[in-house]
């Protein structure tokens, strides 16, 4: 009898990154149908459907390449983008979320454009994780902001939050595969503790890092993605 051993690491990240792309994709959906003849609204929904739609695609592609579904790696595909951009497309795909739970939200941009060398898809992938996990941990009608900065040569992204803070004795273990805050919202519905994970590794895979601080219980928290300047000789690079 032979026995097959599967990687449920990957798995479990990939199934955890479906979750916010189909919401969203749902919610346009609503938005289409309710939507009459509103033609703004309409060409808004169709938008967010597409960028939906592309971002399950890259996931899928993820989940059918058994070469780095084994190995338990992302691919990253590079090019020239305007970080701006593409932060504002995530926080869009997640207004959903942020309105549902009546939470009050803004974006800052103190350098605008930023262009890098990034994958997009992934980026937004880093912005609605962290938003994704601010909405989990911060009471209903709470405050949610977005920033992003040059800092030298490097861009800064942060997600700040008024929620329920992190502990002192867990902060450093905050971005560990299925670690999970002690803290928890009432209206909140607990992750699975791999979107975290998620952030840190692609900002690792640019090159860059991720940090999370907070004050303590009751004192919300912030988490701040450094990404550096990336000077490629290809458009794609496989890690």
């Not at 990957?10 to 033609?39: C, F, K, T, W, Y």
């Not at 939200?105 to 997009?120: A, F, M, T, W």
């Not at 502990?167 to 999970?180: C, K, N």
Request: with cysteine.
């Amino acid at each position: 009898m032979h026995e097959s051993i599967v990687n449920v690491e990957p798995l479990a990240v990939l199934a955890h990154e479906l979750r916010n792309p189909v919401g969203a994709i749902r919610n346009a959906v609503v938005l289409m149908e309710s939507a009459g003849n509103l033609p703004g609204a309409m060409e808004q929904a169709r938008r967010l459907i597409a960028r939906q739609a592309g971002q399950l695609s890259v996931l899928v592609e993820d989940l059918l390449d058994p070469a780095n579904l084994g190995r338990g790696t992302l691919i990253l595909r590079r090019q020239c983008l305007d970080l701006v951009q593409e932060v504002e497309a995530a926080v869009e795909s997640c207004a959903w979320a942020l309105t549902g739970a009546g939470h009050s939200s803004c974006v800052e941009v103190r350098d605008s454009p930023l262009q890098r060398y990034v994958d997009g898809a992934r980026l937004r992938q880093i912005v609605t994780n962290l938003l994704d996990n601010a909405c989990k941990y911060t009471p209903a009608f709470g405050r949610i902001r977005v920033s992003l900065e040059r800092r030298g040569d490097d861009v800064l992204c942060s997600v700040e939050d008024n929620g329920v803070g992190i502990e002192s004795d867990r902060l450093p273990y905050v971005f560990d595969l299925f670690a999970r805050s002690g803290a928890v919202c009432e209206t909140s519905t607990r992750g699975l503790g791999v979107g975290l994970t998620l952030v840190r590794e692609i900002a690792q895979l640019h090159g860059g890092e991720a940090h999370a601080s907070s004050n303590g219980i009751g004192c919300g928290s912030c988490f701040v993605v450094r990404l550096p300047v990336f000077l490629p000789t290809s458009s794609v690079q496989t890690t």
